[in-house]
């Protein structure tokens, strides 16, 4: 059971909802949460776990040997992405480019551009009883997300069974870190806020799920601020609201100091409940509504 978390727009509450929802699971049963918004990964500042395993990742990027080449040109041809170039008599690479699909290297007919790994990151597994955290945290400079999340997805699949209610917590927006996080998910929770500017990134994710054909529902944060525009454009297009949590300063409090709402606020944690119902029936229907 995958559920992924995400949003058209940074600042809406997709940590939040991530890291209460998966707490609040873990009390029953197990759950694994995985910080997918690699390159800003903050959900472990509301966990208290213990580091389990920890590794680099890495990607391949392509090494040009110079005495090898005879600066055919075919490696520049097949390059759709325009990390390999030839300059005169030299071939250069740029590995911010590179997508690691070994077209240069697997067609050079002398072997002058081998694969070479270079790290791109690091994923740390930590645990907490019956939860487990995994966080992949992109390697600075580095300038593409995607491989590392593909990578920590793919950790997460070889650790826990299908059995094992799966978050992920999503990067924001609709771009292809989204897109990667998203694509294998049974079904996504689109966070928001009644807010225009919500609003708007909302209809965007909205279609991007569409688009993936993604089983999809919304939570609304910070209920009470703005209009009903989000609520109206819910009901309107059939799209199920698992919750809607109350604009409140005591909430924000106790999120600006880094611990769990839903054991404060009883309205908050009712909210909880109504996504994990949710997704529980779901779960028990094979995935889907």
């Given amino acids: 059971m995958n559920i992924a978390i995400a949003s058209g727009k940074g600042g809406t509450g997709k940590t939040t909802v991530s890291v209460n929802l998966a707490s609040y699971i873990a009390e029953n049963e197990k759950v694994v949460l995985t910080d997918l918004d690699v390159e800003e990964p903050n959900s472990k500042l509301f966990l208290e776990t213990e580091l389990f395993y920890k590794e680099d990742k890495f990607k391949m990027i392509p ?3 110079e005495n090898k080449c005879t600066l055919c040109g075919i490696c ?3 390059c759709n992405y325009h990390a390999v170039i030839q300059l005169g008599p030299s071939i ?9 699909c070994y077209a240069c290297s697997e067609l ?4 002058a ?6 790290k791109m990151g690091e994923l740390s597994h930590y645990k907490n009883k019956q939860l487990s955290f995994i966080e992949s945290r992109l390697e600075i400079g580095q300038e593409q997300a995607v491989p590392l999340i593909a990578q920590t997805i793919d950790y997460v699949n070889e650790k826990f069974t299908d ?4 978050i992920y917590d999503s990067p924001p927006g609709t771009s292809c870190p989204v897109i990667e996080a998203t694509k294998d998910a049974d079904f ?11 609003f708007h990134d909302l209809k965007l994710a909205v279609e991007t799920m569409k688009e993936l054909k993604k089983e999809f529902g919304v939570v609304i944060n910070r209920d009470g601020i703005g209009n009903d525009d989000v609520f109206k454009y819910c009901i309107q297009e059939n799209i199920p609201v698992l919750a809607k949590i109350p604009n409140s300063r005591k909430i924000a409090e106790i999120y600006s100091s880094g611990e769990l709402i839903y054991k404060q606020v009883s309205e908050f944690k009712e909210q909880m409940e ?3 119902s949710f997704i529980l029936n779901i779960k028990k229907q094979g995935g889907k509504l």
């Avoid at 059995?163 to 799966?166: D, F, G, N, R």
């Avoid at 996504?188 to 919500?198: A, K, R």
């Fill in 188 to 198: 996504v929770i689109l966070v928001t806020e009644p807010t225009p500017f919500g």
């Fill in 76 to 78: 520049q041809k097949v």
């Fill in 108 to 111: 050079c007919p002398t072997n």
């Fill in 113 to 118: 551009l081998p694969m070479i790994p270079v």
């Fill in 92 to 100: 250069l690479v740029f590995p911010e480019l590179c997508h690691s």
């Fill in 63 to 65: 090494e040009w040997i």
């Fill in 163 to 166: 059995e094992v209610i799966k």
């Fill in 274 to 276: 109504s996504i994990r």
